[in-house]
């Protein structure tokens, strides 16, 4: 079983910033937080990752709070392309990635 | 930079019959690889994992195979396909003990 729960779906305008929430109030001190995304009939797409502090790459912006119970995925100008199944993955990095539990996760659409 | 490649890309196939997918990796040695299924609209389920040549390890038990012949190759076959064997097939690979995985295209089998 996922170790996250995540909102069925969520709608963004747009050009605005989308926030996908995730709760993994589990997690343990050596886990990982990853996102990934897929959009219909792909394969799923890495997007970033983190274990304490937030994270920034090209793509999204990751926000872990403190206890590490929760974080929030935000992809700060939404487009049209960015419509997809978005997925919060808690797991070891120490593994042989057998613990890459995916969810049902988040169906984000962008709305014009 | 390393590259995931899958075939076929769809399949239709009758019950009873065989099965065989492929998957590559370049741009890489000694990959950690991963079969995956996803069920219309779940998450993913993990089939089977392979941290080297010959070695295979089974997540759930079921009518499916793996083999990895060569170091960057890995094969997913059945003797027989069920009807609950459809379903979008994900290949993926990632590097010694690091947790981010990285994805193929997938194949989409149906069977019939």
């Known amino acids: 079983d996922a170790k996250t729960t995540q909102p069925t779906s969520m709608d963004c305008a747009e050009g605005r910033a989308a926030n996908l929430p995730c709760n993994h109030s589990?997690?343990?001190?050596?886990?990982?937080v990853y996102w990934y995304r897929q959009i219909h009939s792909q394969g799923p797409q890495y997007i970033i990752h983190?274990?304490?502090n937030n994270e920034t790459n090209e793509m999204a912006s990751l926000i872990i709070t403190e206890d590490r119970k929760s974080s929030t995925l935000i992809l700060p100008h939404a487009t049209l392309r960015d419509t997809a199944v978005y997925y919060c993955i808690v797991s070891l990095a120490d593994n042989y990635g057998q613990n890459f539990v995916f969810g049902p996760g988040t169906r984000l659409s962008v709305l014009p | 930079s390393q590259t995931i490649h899958q075939w076929p890309a769809t399949l239709v196939q009758p019950v009873g019959s065989p099965l065989s997918l492929e998957c590559t990796v370049e741009?890489?040695?000694?990959?950690?690889l991963y079969w995956y299924r996803q069920a219309a609209g779940r998450g993913l389920q993990l089939l089977f994992y392979s941290v080297g040549i010959g070695q295979i390890s089974s997540e759930v038990p079921q009518n499916l195979s793996a083999s990895r012949p060569q170091d960057r190759q890995f094969i997913l076959s059945s003797k027989k396909l069920l009807l609950s064997d459809s379903g979008f097939y994900l290949c993926?690979?990632?590097?010694?003990?690091?947790?981010?995985?990285?994805f193929g295209p997938g194949t989409r089998l149906t069977v019939l």
């Open positions: 589990t997690i343990s001190g050596n886990e990982y």
């Open positions: 983190g274990l304490k």
């Open positions: 741009g890489t040695s000694n990959p950690n």
């Open positions: 993926a690979w990632n590097r010694g003990l690091a947790g981010t995985q990285y």
